[in-house]
């Protein structure tokens, strides 16, 4: 207990004191995730729309897929970005490994089937003639995507939630892909680990204490950015 | 409206992306957890990228892996501790340089009332006989880094196999993990010093047996052949080399949180 | 002027045909009814027509021109518009519902603020404007969806089913206001219903479905003078309707075997002809005795009473008499006939009253 309580006072201090490194892992915490949702949000979204609008032979197998996406361990992300982007693997010239981009890169994989899986089955909701009432409207293939989009815009904004909750919430593909190299690819599950590892553990409380406050203020943010668009 | 909102979501990504690229001038460096454990590189790395301009990477991992990172060119410099894998990379190659850069020795940790008596053992060999003789449990890293490889190193010079033994558990973890969950289920570990110390504060395990002399444990820095990997940065991985083995970065290390624990966690060769 | 027209059409659904339609035109300003079973393709036809389904074989045509291949579906897309029985608005308010197809038609957004109120007053929902659809009563939310139709001042309007799912005393006066703006406007209008009153106070042509084909494409006068198969006599109101064989004609009216009974009726058939036979309730009256030997009504049959439905000016009282017969009684003849369920009683019908059609 007392070094709970440490902690927390340990985290306070950090933030209110705007400890360097500490703001620096938050931000490229903030940095990397937020990119990572949103580019899983945008492919996730789409993907979900196409599979359910264009109802295929092979859709059942193409949402299976997914749902089997859904539980893809982080570590195993992290492994299959490591051995495509090693300096050895097929798109080793990039030299992307260890570097923020490459956690991006494994975190959008963490992320779009989390975020692809929830928006089919949201839109999979919608009444069975919606989408013929809206074409037979005169609604074209664009107009139709942002119809839709707006309508379950409740349910596809938990998607992007849950997306954002899956990366910030990741350290296997983070620790892999990224190195966990301090100032540059260390973030704030990462650093826990290493703190922890230290035997620092008041300081690893501390930054799982700010990674519950970050997660909360940006929930926060999507909860009142969608109040007000309502 | 939509489109303005569009623009404005591609610029805030856009700056996000950016800052994600890196330069050519970064040096990979694989080293062990016990090593970046110890906070010790936090200390040299930023000195020496403030002097020469160069990023360094430091991927800290076991040993065995360190050096699996050698072998497939994904580093430019290990820095590592198991002799015998290191000489094996030297001999096939993969390696051009090898230098000693600083020591520390094992310690065989246990439980206060130590349960197998090994206490004022007169070498490690009787230490790890007791052990074994007494069944109690030993906590083994189990994940081929340098420590985990001179455990096993003394149970094969006992004829001992301790895959079947029941005492006998594989964490699969970092020292820190292993000499926790030691310290949890009052079991021996072998550990080496530096990690010990830096986690002294929350730990029961005390040592139990040290041999400065017959259990040293070096650390070597290898830069890898650069004619066998070109995305090698040779450049880099040489001067990281020198600047280590210098006398500026031998007083760092030597005086390397003396204050702290009354005792170096390393000491420079 | 032919607005709309089908030629050889043909759409199934496994091995099954779903639609099976080898000519339908459509003259601009008809008001068109389609009618039929659950299942005899209204809905496919309407989809099919608007170009929302994908069938196998087949064309349509607008204005003559080839949908696909003269004018482009997302063209002829733009001059119609589609009701379905469920309003199937978006999470809004009423305004932006309206708006939104006309910004999916690239109109001005002074043009949509004037069509929209426009619409919104003639369909008498004005204070609506305002209100977020998940507030509205489902006749409300229909009149929505009629009036996100109508503003779109479509060339041809369908509606599969638009007021099936609607409270009777809200529908008539919706069905009044749609009417009056669809003649109005000169809307082409193809709609299928369930139900004869809707379908007789907007439309003027029938085209009644089975299985997938056109049984019939009548006016009103023959679709009641002469239905043609069981679901138009039951659609037009016939609420007994029973299969027989003639055992005899002569001089226009025929003896037909209906189970173990006999039933008198008037038209020329020949022994042995299977027909539909059709008796519409409110010319079937019940009586305790037999009648006399001499009176013009031939039909008298001996039967016990199932069920007695109390339908306020009258009463639906159920006979069996080897199959079911019903009639609509007054309540004064009701009362002194003391009908009661299990009761014996006699039904009476004239020859005359009897429709029947070969099957």
Known sequence: MEVLFKAVKNALFL?????????????LTIKVC??????????????????????????????????????????????IITVIFWRSGIFGHFEILYTPLAMIIAQVLIAYPVVTAISLSAINSLPEKFIIQMIGLGANKIQLFFVVIRELKGQIFCAIVAGFGSVISEVGASMMVGGNIKGYTRVITTATVTETSRGNLELAFAYGIILLLMTFVINLLFVRFQQRKK | MIIKKFVLVSLIFSALLMGCFS?????????????????????????????????????????????MMGRRGEADILLAHSEKDEESFMKDGFGIERKPMMYNDFLLVGPYDDPAGIKNSADILSAFRKIAHKETLFISRGDNSGTHLKELEVWKHLNIDVSKKRWYHETGLGMGETLNIADEKNGYALTDRATYLTLKKNLKLIPLFED????????????????????????????????FISEDVKKIIRNFRQGQYQEPLFIPF | MKIISVSALRFFSGKRHVLNIDELSIYKGERVCVIGENGAGKTSLILAMSGLLNFEEGDIFFYDKKIGKDISKSHYLKRIAIVFQDPLLVNDSVYNNIAMVLRFRKISNNQIKERVNNVLSRLKIEHLLNRNVNSLSGGE???????????????????????????SSYKDNLISDLSEIIREKNITLILSTHDRYEAFRICERFIVLEKGQIVSDTDQELLLSSPCNE???????YETILNGIVESCEEGTYIAKVGNNKIFGVGEFKGGDRLIICINPENVALSVKPIKED??????????????NNLGYYFRVKVNCGFEIVSNITKKSFDELKIEKNSPIYVEFKAVSVHSFKK
Request: a positive charge.
């Open chain 1, 15 to 27: 933030l209110f004191t705007f400890d360097r490194d500490v703001y620096e892992i938050i931000f």
């Open chain 1, 34 to 79: 937020l990119t990572s949702t949103i580019i899983s949000a945008v492919l996730g979204i789409t993907t979900a729309y196409l599979v359910s609008v264009k109802k295929t032979r092979q859709s059942s197998l193409l949402i299976t897929s997914i749902n089997t996406g859904m539980a893809i361990p982080p570590v195993l992300a992290g492994l």
């Open chain 2, 23 to 67: 330069g050519n001038k970064t040096v990979i460096l694989a080293t062990t957890t016990s090593v970046e454990n110890s906070g010790i590189l936090d200390e040299l790395i930023p000195l020496f990228e403030r002097d020469t301009g160069y990023k360094v990477k430091v991927i800290s991992v076991g040993s065995g892996q360190a050096i």
């Open chain 2, 212 to 243: 400065r002399k017959n259990l040293k444990n070096p650390y070597h820095i290898i830069i890898v052949n650069p004619d066998k990997f070109k995305k090698m940065n040779y450049e880099g991985a040489r001067a990281l080399t020198n600047f």
């Open chain 3, 141 to 167: 939310a229909q009149r929505v969806n009629l009036a996100r139709a109508i503003v779109l001042e479509p060339e041809i309007l369908f509606m599969d089913e638009p007021f099936s799912a609607i409270d």
């Open chain 3, 231 to 237: 679901f138009s006599a039951s659609f037009i109101g």
């Open chain 3, 295 to 308: 009176s013009s009504i031939r039909n008298c049959l001996k039967g016990v009473v199932t069920e007695i």
